[in-house]
């Protein structure tokens, strides 16, 4: 008997790496910076920018 529990995944595909925790991360990081300088919407703009090049690096990087 088969151990392994039922995928609702397609046969063949694997799981890639996410890259939300990096995002949710820098946006909030941001924020906190941001608003030390006055600014917490330039701050959660530039976490937000930073945050998706990560991301995309991330998707990017897992795809291989």
Request: net charge positive; glycine share 18%; no cysteine.
């Amino acid at each position: 008997m088969n151990s392994k529990p039922p995928s609702n995944r397609p046969a063949g595909t694997t799981s890639g790496l996410a890259g939300g925790a990096p995002l949710a991360l820098l946006m909030i990081a941001g924020v906190i910076i941001g608003g030390e300088y006055g600014q917490p919407t330039v701050g959660l703009i530039a976490g937000t920018a930073i945050g998706v090049a990560i991301a995309i690096f991330i998707w990017r990087r897992g795809r291989r």
